[in-house]
């Protein structure tokens, strides 16, 4: 476990060399933590009904989920870090990533009981209609894949990003589609396609997100797909930007069997949300809110739940309580603050609950174990920050077999990168010395949110260096003395 500590990167990859060879501005990515967002599992009062076989494993889910609480405290005094924001960014009832990678893994360990604990947090979070004994198993067994690097895995995806329509409405400053850095042909996914993958991973597929780099509500089709994923067995969550008109929105988003609703509002008056996010509408998004709310009360519903997610900025970070204040006016069911990728010092909040601090470490990238990522034009990235179809892994066509298709020459070729060197009897079919990755220009391997140790990463193929000086998404040339190890290119986290 290392300290995050900010540091300048030598190396410009990705999203952020678009940026300064199109405004010729250097622009430098700087990951900071908001807040964990953890739940509290452990507040269950024993039902008399209850067996006390039962009552023990929720009793003993709940200590795992704790367990999450105290190895954060270990790395972070939340009291001081929280400041004047601690009663504003607490009430966030879903496992957050760190929660399944370290509480869930560890009860998976628990002699006899060990799967009957996950199954058991895995019911509490997502509903007894999602968690299947095989979504169980393929859960413990992802989680065991990436905790020892493994290349050659035994389990599936149950995460699911589906970008039905790569369009926005909008023009945020950091995103690529905002900043016209997404090398994708603009396509939408038609219902009977996405209905035919969700077929396809539905065996494996806990969470269904219908969105990665355009606004879902956009399309008519999006609430057809998110009521076939919910009846499929799929618990579905979907971030919008919520400023769009609709007719009947609540209504439609409501009947959708939606579960989890986020609502970007990234400042509580006009003129600080447009300080990001361009093009938006506050008034549009306030009345879609309050038209939800009131649908789902009208037809006696509990879902979606609906979450204002903020992305804190140094401009817009005195919103925090104002917008929790806001939450409460709306009926919203909970406010969370968000980390962003920043490129500009200038953005950076200056609180001290958004600052870095030390984070878990693990050695590996979970995209390359969790999460199938399917694009609007049919691709499937190996993971959700990928903006080029240079480095996708396949097609959707290829997805007749999953877990085949979760195994193949590329997909190996990048968990072996993050593994280091091959290990007897889990090499890789194409070496990660012989093809350029994704992973070697991408700007989040330095960073500890990617959970990457560039001193334990394999070395970087002569092939890519040569490459890279003709890619938008490579490296500078006079950068390549740091590619070929003449140089130190290490990570602080």
């Not at 413990?140 to 995806?157: F, G, L, M, R, T």
Request: net charge positive.
């Amino acid at each position: 476990m290392r300290a995050a500590v900010w540091r300048e990167p030598d190396i410009l990859s990705g999203p952020a060399q678009n940026y300064q060879q199109a405004t010729g501005v250097v622009r430098h990515r700087r990951c900071y933590v908001s807040e964990f967002c953890l739940p509290r599992a452990n507040s269950m009062p024993r039902h008399p009904g209850c067996s006390g076989r039962i009552f023990f494993l929720r009793a003993q889910a709940g200590a795992c989920l704790e367990n999450v609480d105290r190895r954060k405290e270990e790395t972070m005094s939340l009291r001081e870090a929280r400041l004047g924001y601690r009663e504003h960014v607490v009430s966030v009832p879903h496992l957050y990533a760190a929660a399944r990678k370290f509480a869930l893994q560890r009860a998976s360990r628990v002699p006899g009981l060990g799967p009957r604990l996950v199954e058991v947090a895995l019911k509490r979070r997502y509903g007894s209609h999602v968690i299947t004994p095989l979504k169980v198993r393929n859960f413990i067994q992802a989680h065991h894949d990436e905790e020892s690097k493994a290349v050659v895995v035994d389990s599936a995806p149950y995460h699911l990003n589906l970008d039905l329509y790569n369009v926005c409405n909008l023009r945020c400053r950091f995103c690529p589609t905002g900043t016209d850095q997404l090398d994708r042909e603009r396509k939408r996914f038609t219902a009977a396609k996405a209905k035919q993958v969700i077929d396809a991973v539905k065996d494996y597929v806990i969470v269904f997100s219908p969105f990665q780099w355009g606004e879902p509500l956009l399309i008519p089709e999006t609430y057809e797909v998110i009521r076939y994923a919910h009846d499929a067995g799929m618990y579905t969550s979907m971030h919008s930007n919520f400023s769009v008109k609709v007719k009947d929105l609540g209504r439609k988003l409501v009947e959708s069997r939606l579960d989890t609703l986020l609502v970007s509002v990234d400042g509580l008056e006009q003129s600080v949300h447009e300080t990001y996010r361009r093009n938006v509408n506050n008034d549009f998004i306030f009345a879609n809110v309050r038209e939800l709310v009131a649908a789902r009360k009208k037809l006696g519903s509990k879902t979606p739940r609906i979450e204002l997610a903020l992305l804190v900025f140094r401009h817009n970070e005195h919103d925090v309580p104002l917008l929790e204040q806001k939450r409460k006016e709306l009926g919203v069911d909970a406010f969370v603050t968000r980390k962003d990728v920043i490129y500009e010092e200038s953005w950076i909040p200056e609180g001290k609950a958004f600052q870095p601090l030390t984070e878990l470490f693990t050695g590996t990238c979970s995209f390359l174990y969790q999460d199938l990522n399917i694009e609007a034009d049919g691709g499937v990235s190996p993971c959700c920050i990928n903006t080029s179809r240079r480095w996708d892994v396949g097609r959707v066509e290829d997805l007749t077999d999953l877990k085949a298709f979760w195994n193949n020459p590329k997909h190996q070729a990048m968990r072996a990168y993050f593994a280091g060197f091959h290990r007897e009897g889990q090499a890789a079919e194409a070496s990660p010395s012989d093809q350029p990755l994704l992973c070697h220009s991408c700007d989040w391997v330095s960073d500890c949110r990617a959970h990457a140790d560039l001193g334990k990463l394999s070395p970087l193929p002569p092939s890519f260096a040569a490459e890279s000086m003709t890619l938008n998404h490579g490296i500078a040339p006079k950068l390549l003395p740091v590619l070929q190890g003449n140089d130190s290119a290490g990570c602080a986290c």
